[in-house]
T-cell receptor, first 109, second 116 residues
Framework: DAKTTQPTSMDCAEGRAANLPCNHS???????VYWYRQIHSQGPQYIIH???NNETNEMASLIITEDRKSSTLILPHATLRDTAVYYC??????????FGKGTRLSVIA | GAGVSQSPSNKVTEKGKDVELRCDPI?????LYWYRQSLGQGLEFLIY????????KSGLPSDRFSAERTGGSVSTLTIQRTQQEDSAVYLC??????????????FGSGTRLTVV
């Protein structure tokens, strides 16, 4: 599975959009991009995933570049409860998710 | 049930004792995963069950760790002769089917294991 690179930490003002980048330059054609987050003392929570088209659900939007070498997770109106570690994972087939270090997002009032 | 249930939520054990951690996945989920997370660390994959296939044990850190899944549902993670470095939160997750990718993993709240 492709290695992903994310910034260690980011800050975002409450009510503003949080844009979390992820580089996956070695991603292969059959690998999906998954995003999870882990709020302190809880298990990880699935957010969204995509292959090549942009995706949107009630939690977030996922923008994948045309060459699929990077993507951005967008939380349109961040709240204090969105403070968490966000994980970007590239994955194919039946292999289990492997979590990296993720991005620690702090939403500030 | 509505979610993945893990028990106990907390476990304190003496070094050298055996422990069993239980996971009840979401009904109908064929895939089940165990992870652990040491304090301040990332999630470490341990083992994966998919239907009736042989489990993927590639993440188990030593032969003191084992897991089984009975009847394709409940899973038990057993740690024999516990050591202090086994102290961590043990997380279980299940998914409808890894091949569909139509949903993600649903994680339980974990079991916090402390070896003293």
């Amino acid at each position: 599975d492709a290695k992903t690179t994310q910034p260690t930490s980011m800050d975002c003002a409450e009510g503003r959009a949080a844009n979390l980048p992820c580089n996956h330059s070695t991603i292969s054609g059959n690998e999906y991009v998954y995003w999870y987050r882990q709020i302190h003392s809880q298990g990880p929570q699935y957010i969204i995933h995509g292959l090549k088209n942009n995706e949107t659900n009630e939690m977030a939007s996922l923008i994948i570049t045309e060459d699929r070498k990077s993507s951005t997770l967008i939380l349109p109106h961040a709240t204090l409860r969105d403070t968490a570690v966000y994980y970007c994972i590239a994955l194919s087939g039946n292999t289990p998710l492997v979590f990296g270090k993720g991005t620690r997002l702090s939403v500030i009032a | 049930g509505a979610g993945v249930s893990q028990s106990p939520s907390n476990k304190v054990t003496e070094k050298g004792k055996d422990v069993e951690l239980r996971c009840d996945p979401i009904s109908g989920h064929t895939a089940l995963y165990w992870y652990r997370q040491s304090l301040g660390q990332g999630l470490e994959f341990l083992i994966y069950f998919q239907g009736n296939s042989a489990p993927d044990k590639s993440g188990l850190p030593s032969d003191r760790f084992s897991a089984e899944r009975t009847g394709g549902s409940v899973s038990t993670l057993t740690i024999q002769r516990t050591q202090q470095e086994d102290s961590a939160v043990y997380l279980c997750a299940s998914s409808l089917s890894p091949g569909l990718r139509s949903d993600g993993y649903t994680f339980g709240s974990g079991t916090r294991l402390t070896v003293v």
